[in-house]
């Protein structure tokens, strides 16, 4: 998939990382799957946007789009609900060695989770850098102080390293970012 | 659009309602634009889920997809967070005049929404009756207490009299559905 402004070149470098088992979303979307199995939590990846220009409707009951286009996202990608808590989040890999290039977030996005946690939700980034197969947790309120407080256009590494968790792969659930999140609430089911 | 169990053969003959002013999905992104902007709550419809078979890339900037189809929601359309808290509903129209086809409401959806109960959220319907330009907030837990208890495949309209909230149209915001939610919820923000 390619979006309007670029980010999906690097996607594209990435899904072909064979030697990698599975990408971040594949991984994600299992362990997802798992905290709704297990009845720990219901979080879904939103679909992806898409604006239909034209559809050919072949009989009463099938439909093909013939003419689309990817539309820049207003919001993350993923949201649920964990503890009775409201949960969000972006998350993206890069081929990146030293750093997090912030293009990989659209303006839109950072606006969504400042306004989901002034809210009272939990707002973070889960970032892979697949070179090094390490994925991290990054709260919302680390991410925020980064990009308001330093002008670079890329999150080094190092940042991640010093603020963010570092999500171990398992095996079930795949990815166990929820078990870093702390929730704190007087009305917990 | 149109998805494959025909649901919407209904959805064409609703949007031509000409006589009538917005859908209820316009009357529903114009009112969750209004929360947003008033800082009352963050609520997005999902965009409409498909699966991509072709995508040509016509320039580096420039993808088109050519051939997808519409797929069956996993989840309800709308979803976000309102005074702290998680909510989450499904929105419809019928032409029906005396009741409301439970098959606009896919199962996947319904089950989405008792867990969605389960784990402390806000569910909920909101079910518009086009010939009376009636539009009824159903809560999740009488929704449920018709399709648990009843062998109908709809809800009669005199149903939603009796135990749905009548949302009334109004300027800004256009259809002030969360006026009718009740937030049990110790920390208020």
């Not at 789009?65 to 649920?80: E, H, M, Q």
């Not at 839109?108 to 306004?115: A, S």
């Not at 925020?144 to 963010?164: A, L, N, V």
């Amino acid at each position: 998939m390619k979006y309007p402004n670029g980010i999906q070149k690097e996607y594209k470098i990435l899904t072909s990382h064979a030697n990698r088992g599975m990408t971040l979303e594949e991984d994600l979307n299992v362990t997802n799957e798992y905290y709704r199995e297990s009845d720990i939590a219901i979080i879904y990846k939103k679909p992806t946007p898409i604006t239909i220009h034209k559809v050919d409707y072949v009989s009463r009951k099938d439909a093909i789009i013939k003419d689309a286009r990817f539309t820049i996202p207003s919001t993350t990608d993923y949201n649920g609900i964990y503890q009775g808590k409201y949960i969000d989040f972006e998350a993206k890999e890069t081929a990146h060695k030293t750093s997090f290039p912030l293009s990989n977030i659209h303006e839109h996005q950072i606006v969504h989770l400042r306004r989901i946690i002034k809210h009272g939700g939990i707002g973070f980034l889960i970032v892979r850098f697949t070179s090094y197969d390490e994925t991290y947790l990054l709260k919302g309120e680390d991410f925020f102080r980064f990009i308001d407080q330093e002008k670079r256009k890329s999150i080094p590494r190092t940042y991640f390293q010093k603020y963010g968790i570092a999500i171990p792969l398992g095996l079930r659930p795949r990815l166990d970012y929820l078990k870093f999140i702390e929730v704190k609430n007087e009305t917990k089911n």
